[in-house]
T-cell receptor, first 111, second 115 residues
Framework: QQPVQSPQAVILREGEDAVINCSSS?????VHWYRQKHGEAPVFLMI?????EQKGHDKISASFNEKKQQSSLYLTASQLSYSGTYFC????????????FGDGTTLTVKP | GAGVSQSPRYKVAKRGQDVALRCDPI?????LFWYQQALGQGPEFLTY????????KSGLPSDRFFAERPEGSVSTLKIQRTQQEDSAVYLC?????????????FGNGTRLTVT
């Protein structure tokens, strides 16, 4: 079952913050986050396992709320290079071997 | 090392033609996935290999779609008697596959247009 991402689109000025959410109606084992620029391959950002851990690098971080079956991606002090479409990919059990992706959130960062 | 390589980058086929899409995964990656991405949507799972074994093909939309990975490296996705609804970007991804939470490394995809 496909996870639901929100918002569908967001426009920011450089330096502003954004939060992208990914919700599932089924119990999650792990959540992956990817960024895809137009005409390019999705690029892996980070992966979170159930347990509510938070990960991050640079000014991009994410959390996983197991009770809510939700993951959130936090982008702080956004840069022009952050523009693109962000996808969450969800795994529902340890033997899935595949991810189910949301429809994406398009982030546009303007100078 | 090199990333995941897909060819051709673009393919135009007339309805009814057969097409073959190739994927060269990252060397040493055990798992290989095919996804279909329609415009404005997220990648949708088609099929999954672990080495040469096709472990899951539940996402293949019809029996016109066939995938293989005979030697556990290069994979080919074949679509027979293409239809207009097959038009999409076909993404290949590979992962180490040693543990379930291995990140996916995607290729740039093949954009298939069926006229």
């Amino acid at each position: 079952q496909q996870p639901v991402q929100s918002p569908q689109a967001v426009i920011l000025r450089e330096g502003e913050d954004a939060v992208i959410n990914c919700s599932s109606s089924k119990a999650l084992y792990s959540v992956h986050w990817y960024r895809q620029k137009h005409g390019e391959a999705p690029v892996f950002l980070m992966i979170l396992l159930k347990g509510g851990e938070q990960k991050g690098h640079d000014k991009i971080s994410a959390s996983f709320n197991e009770k809510k079956q939700q993951s959130s991606l936090y982008l702080t002090a956004s840069q022009l290079s952050y523009s693109g479409t962000y996808f969450c990919g969800t795994d529902y059990n340890t033997n899935a071997g595949k991810s189910t992706f949301g429809d994406g959130t398009t982030l546009t960062v303007k100078p | 090392g090199a990333g995941v390589s897909q060819s051709p980058r673009y393919k135009v086929a007339k309805r009814g033609q057969d097409v073959a899409l190739r994927c060269d995964p990252i060397s040493g990656h055990v798992s290989l996935f095919w996804y279909q991405q329609a415009l404005g949507q997220g990648p949708e799972f088609l099929t999954y290999f672990q080495n040469e074994a096709q472990l899951d093909k539940s996402g293949l939309p019809s029996d016109r779609f066939f995938a293989e990975r005979p030697e556990g490296s290069v994979s080919t996705l074949k679509i027979q008697r293409t239809q207009q609804e097959d038009s999409a970007v076909y993404l290949c991804a590979s992962s180490l596959g040693v543990i379930i939470y291995s990140p996916l490394h995607f290729g740039n995809g093949t954009r298939l247009t069926v006229t």
